[in-house]
């Protein structure tokens, strides 16, 4: 379907901002740069109200409708930090940042709230206000809570929000959006095993930290087997399992470190309350010491029933009908935008960014024909939820 004809003529700008981003990738928090950048565009917008440093290095801007006075305000969202990647794609707008790049399409995000940012401004074809929030630390940082923890919600009367995620393999000029859970929560586990180390010949007198590591890594992956419900599924995975460094001795200390997620909070608390009995179980049938550090990062993004209505109607108005998915099944990756849709009722959507490397991949790049498509859904969220 055909992309509003001044939003069409914005792209060519929104591509230049993106590849400028992602030319000067910034990590987590010390996003000062493209923060300053994103404040610098939407000042010259005429945003009515330019605030940085929410949530320690976000952005917020607040554009006013010219339909009659309203108090409403819908929130839209874009995160701006990279990811601590070599970037191997050798374009000509590559990372300059050696060790850094754009390889999730942040820059993509922020380039697409910019120009719906600078349509609204222009247009100002609502009532109430547009909140644009540009966040950083979305990878691992949870900066979408610090914003929230900031006040960011209330201080700008933000009543729904709404954000999306390129995903590669989609055709661009599509996306999809389900109702209910979307992503999986993510928590982060580190267990850390001592025993009595010695000779390798003589385990009888060592307590081995060795077997009862991997009868833990063993167990675990009964937790989703053998105690979640098949429908609601989960995934426990050790990446790490570090112990030893040579090949007679029987080591002092061992560590397990990974990750479990789960699509459900009666799940997640499930599986942790399983995680630490079968730790502490078959730690004390082995006679070893033991800590876990079992950290809960973000939870389950789930979309809210009557706000993805309301985008699916939007995104069959801008993309066709035949064109929005609805049926999309969860997945396993998690977002930080969970947060927000604790804070507030909204939707997360899946833009498509055509056949294109996977995302934290290091040939990665956004998909810039995928631009107008995004900003156009976004300017229709608040045009039509403000309608006056």
């Not at 754009?102 to 697409?112: L, N, V, Y």
């Not at 460094?245 to 499930?270: C, F, H, K, M, V």
Request: aromatic share 8%; net charge negative.
């Amino acid at each position: 379907m055909p992309v509003n004809s001044t939003i069409a003529d914005f792209a060519p700008d929104a591509q230049r901002w993106r590849r400028h981003l992602h030319a000067h990738p910034e990590l987590l928090y010390d996003v000062d740069q493209t923060a300053a950048f994103v404040a610098e565009r939407l000042r010259e917008f005429g945003c009515d109200e330019v605030r940085p440093g929410v949530g320690k290095t976000g952005v917020v801007g607040v554009i006013k409708g010219r339909k009659g006075a309203s108090a409403r305000a819908i929130g839209l969202r874009a995160d701006m930090d990279a990811l601590p990647i070599q970037e191997t794609t050798n374009l000509p707008y590559r990372s300059t940042v050696p060790g850094r790049m754009h390889a999730c399409g942040h820059d993509g995000h922020t380039a697409i709230l910019l120009g719906a940012a600078r349509y609204l401004a222009a247009t100002r074809d609502f009532a109430g206000s547009a909140v644009v929030m540009f966040q950083p630390a979305e990878e691992g940082g949870a900066g979408a809570k610090a914003m929230v923890d900031d006040g960011v919600m209330d201080a700008f009367g933000i009543e729904e929000v709404y954000a999306l995620h390129n995903y590669p393999g989609l055709p661009v000029g599509e996306i999809s959006i389900r109702k209910g859970p979307l992503m999986a929560s993510a928590d982060f586990f580190v267990v850390k095993l001592e025993g009595k180390g010695g000779h390798a010949a003589f385990p009888h007198f060592c307590v081995d930290v060795v077997v009862a590591g991997a009868q833990i890594v063993t167990a675990l992956q009964t937790i989703v087997s053998r105690s979640v419900d098949p429908i609601l599924g989960g995934v426990v995975s050790v990446a790490r399992f570090t112990a030893g460094n040579t090949d007679n001795i029987l080591p002092q200390t061992a560590e397990l470190e990974g990750t479990a997620r789960t699509l459900s909070p009666a799940t997640r608390d499930l599986v942790e309350k399983r995680f630490r009995e079968i730790v502490a179980g078959i730690a004390a049938a082995s006679g070893v010491q033991f800590t876990i550090d079992y950290r809960r990062n973000y939870p389950v993004t789930v979309n809210s029933p009557r706000q993805t209505d309301f985008v699916i109607d939007v995104a069959r108005d801008v993309f066709g009908a035949d064109n929005v998915h609805t049926e999309v099944a969860p997945v396993m990756g998690a977002e930080d935008f969970a947060f927000m849709l604790e804070a507030r009722p909204g939707a997360f959507a899946w833009l498509g960014n055509g056949d294109t490397a996977g995302l934290h991949h290091p040939g990665y790049d956004f998909n810039d024909a995928a631009l107008p498509h995004g900003m156009a859904y976004f300017a229709r969220i608040v045009e039509t939820a403000l309608a006056g």
